[in-house]
């Protein structure tokens, strides 16, 4: 069953309203959505906790979803700072991140921060890092993205906004907005070499079709962080829990250990 809840999360930049989903009840996982919003990685938190039995918390980042977004919140640091505080207030411990793309950054600075109830990480083709001679593809119209995103576009939603309900529009120009604020061309220069200074188990999976970013970039996040393990993951792109949701998860549960306790 899933429930929503709205949180006030205190931060450096002030209070904000964070909007999560939760379902489960077992050992917290908090789950990072990309660019395309919440509602691609909400069916695979329900694959997860069914599977599980974790408690999965899948929260929107401020400005997606039609959600408001304070002034100070323009950065992914700033987004982990925000996560690391609604760890802090919900009193989680031993926590599980899973983050795809934008949340796979977010992830990785938020195990920057050293948070003492952080239990391991995941990042599913993640972006941040700046990889020489392999660029991460930004700033695409949406129909580019679906064929850059999916091992098999034809199976990929359709990414036409003109096709879209005033409403959702909306929210798809409000998400495009987001991401584009808080990633800008989807790397920083420094975060590569900051990836070292990480503690906590990490296991980095990546589609093997990924055409976002290639799988030489994924081997290059995986060799930054100490002890970190790379797979990858067939007949996917940049979307696994969209894509081939069950893959991903076989992936993902040698990792995740006992979640239900």
Do not use: C
């Amino acid at each position: 069953m899933t429930s929503s809840r709205s949180l006030t999360i205190s931060s450096s930049f002030g209070d904000t309203p964070l909007g999560v989903e939760e379902r489960g009840s077992g050992r917290p996982m908090l789950i990072l959505h990309g660019g395309a919003g919440p509602a691609s990685v909400t069916p695979f938190a329900d694959l997860v906790a069914d599977a599980t039995g974790a408690r999965v918390l899948v929260p929107t980042h401020p400005g997606f979803g039609g959600t408001a977004r304070p002034e100070g919140l323009t950065t992914v640091a700033r987004l982990a700072e925000l996560y690391a505080g609604m760890i802090e207030q919900l009193e989680l411990d031993d926590v599980t991140v899973i983050g795809n793309s934008l949340g796979g950054w977010v992830a990785a600075e938020l195990a920057l921060l050293h948070p003492t109830r952080l239990g391991r990480f995941a990042l599913v083709d993640a972006v941040g890092i700046e990889v020489e001679g392999h660029p991460v593809a930004s700033a695409l119209e949406p129909t580019e993205l679906a064929a850059q995103s999916w091992f098999d576009p034809s199976k990929a939603p359709s990414l036409d906004p003109t096709a879209l309900p005033p409403a959702a529009r909306a929210i798809f120009a409000g998400n495009r907005a987001a991401l584009a604020l808080y990633g800008g061309s989807m790397t920083d220069a420094t975060l590569l070499g900051r990836l070292s200074e990480i503690r906590v188990p990490a296991l980095v999976l990546w589609g093997e079709a990924d055409r976002i970013a290639d799988t030489d970039y994924g081997r290059a996040f995986a060799a930054a962080i100490p002890g970190a393990r790379f797979e990858l993951l067939e007949r996917t792109g940049h979307v696994p829990q969209m894509e081939t949701p069950d893959l991903l998860l076989e992936a993902l549960t040698p990792f995740l250990g006992d979640t239900a306790r």
